[in-house]
């Protein structure tokens, strides 16, 4: 259990003596039998508690508090906590404070993002580098480059055997301090990764298929899934370099993980996974602040960012591409410089198809290009109206969806209104991406 006391002499809240503390303390230790050390800032309470038998406990035993009471220390947090459980170890911090305290549970990340790697490293070569300069290094996970399987996509993850490892690691590995191969590295925490209930993925039927060519259609692949057991994919959506495949029944998509994973389509040796499932609508609203989560945009078909100096999706900003337990590769922030045209300058006639994703900030120009890219007719958006209560215009759009290859249609409608055509229009994209 980690407590966060914040304690500190800004004049609010009662300061007890340093002998009536001190006397308290001992009074604890006396009781209780823990042992108190000071390491590292933080003053260590227990860990383990005596007559503990055994490893320690496992990752997601542990919570945060934070904004605890200025003027309380151990002997009146332990018995506040210990009616939840016997604890193992407090660790207190000396910081500043509010009045009110949170709880959330603690994220035990292991694991750190290392931007800007040589793409022509290989996985070997970036584990020796990492057990060079930092301890208790496990594994590195390396994702290849989706046009040449040859070159890395200039981003690795390094996978540490405890919290503490990850966190010393991060602070030596600072940026300056540290150049393999004579580059400057960019290092910072990985997302955690998503963690979904047991019985949530007992329903998956979705296998996550990543590393494949990007000349590797859908028809192949749904081909190379059925050889095993005909008629058992419904449908493949493909993306860049990886894929979603949909069963008719979930036995089948757990007997198809275990078959294909490993195995080759067109050159490449394929992962598969079961799919994690993502709240769709509140990961589309993240995106547009930059913090759309990798498994949303794997659905929504956003391109990954591959030179290696972003870290995922907004936070923090100074590094963007960060991958969560799926692995799968995430968009770029939309840079919205501004640069003046100097006399001279050429100016060249451009299609916004031959532009990337990248470009574009708004759902709507994301919806017009990706039915451009799938070969689908342009989205037909129908404007309907309604009057609120108190006489305000509400607006909706419905969108039309035709492809071309097969004059399959279909049409989707947000179930908000909206008081300007603008808003309105924008939610309908935003609402035809999540469940195209």
């Known amino acids: 259990m980690h407590k966060e006391n914040k304690a500190a002499a800004n004049g609010c809240g009662k300061i007890r003596s340093g002998a009536r503390n001190g006397a308290a303390l001992l009074a604890l230790m006396e009781k209780t039998g823990y042992s108190m050390v000071q390491q590292n800032g933080q003053r260590k309470f227990g860990g383990p508690p005596p007559g503990w038998e055994g490893p320690p406990p496992p990752r997601g035993c542990e919570v945060f508090v934070g904004k605890i009471p200025r003027d309380m220390y151990e002997d009146e947090l332990v018995p506040v906590f210990e009616r939840a459980g016997k604890i193992y170890e407090l660790r207190l911090m000396m910081e500043f404070s509010g009045k009110f305290i949170g709880v959330c549970v603690s994220l035990d990340n292991c694991r750190l993002f290392i931007g800007a790697i040589p793409k022509d490293k290989k996985k070997e070569e970036i584990l ?42 991060r602070r030596r590995l600072i940026p300056g301090t540290f150049q393999p191969w004579g580059h400057t ?14 019985e949530t993925m007992q329903r998956v039927k979705v296998l996550y298929v990543r590393n494949l060519m990007m000349s590797t259609t859908e028809d192949k692949i749904k081909a190379e899934f059925n050889k095993f057991k005909p ?36 050159g490449a040796s394929i992962e598969v996974t079961l799919a994690k499932p993502v709240n769709k609508e509140s990961s589309w609203k993240q995106h547009f602040n930059g913090q759309i989560s990798p498994s949303s945009e794997n659905l929504l078909g956003f391109p990954n960012k591959e030179d290696g100096t ?15 337990g799926q692995h799968s590769p995430g968009p770029p922030e939309v840079e919205r410089s501004t640069y003046p045209i100097f006399p001279g300058i050429k100016l060249t006639p451009v299609s916004m198809y031959s532009l990337k994703l990248s470009h574009f900030s708004s759902a709507v120009m994301h919806l017009d290009y990706f039915c451009h890219k799938n070969s689908w007719a342009p989205p ?21 969806i035709s492809s071309i290859a097969d004059d399959s ?28």
């Not at 955690?192 to 209930?197: C, F, H, I, L, T």
């Not at 972003?310 to 969560?324: C, D, I, T």
Request: charged share 25%; with cysteine.
């Open 185 to 198: 590295i960019q290092v910072d925490w990985a997302d955690p990764e998503k963690v979904v209930d047991e």
């Open 409 to 436: 249609q279909s049409y989707f409608m947000p179930e908000k209104l909206c008081t300007t055509v603008e808003d309105a229009k924008e939610l309908a994209a935003q609402f035809t991406l999540l469940h195209l």
């Open 231 to 266: 008629g058992i994919v419904e449908r493949v959506k493909k993306l860049r370099d990886y894929a979603f495949v949909h069963f008719f029944h979930r036995e089948d998509a757990v007997a198809a993980m275990s078959v294909m994973n490993g195995k080759c389509i067109d």
């Open 128 to 169: 020796n580098e990492m057990k060079k300069v930092t301890e208790g290094v496990v594994d590195v996970i390396v994702y290849p480059n989706a046009t040449d399987k040859t070159k890395n996509r200039g981003f690795a993850f390094v996978e540490y055997e405890s919290h503490r490892a990850a966190a010393m690691a």
């Open 380 to 400: 037909e958006y129908c404007l309907y109206s309604t009057t609120s209560q108190d006489g305000k215009i509400l607006l909706v759009y419905k969108v039309l």
């Open 310 to 324: 972003q870290k995922s999706l907004g936070k923090p900003a100074s590094l963007s591409v960060r991958l969560n």
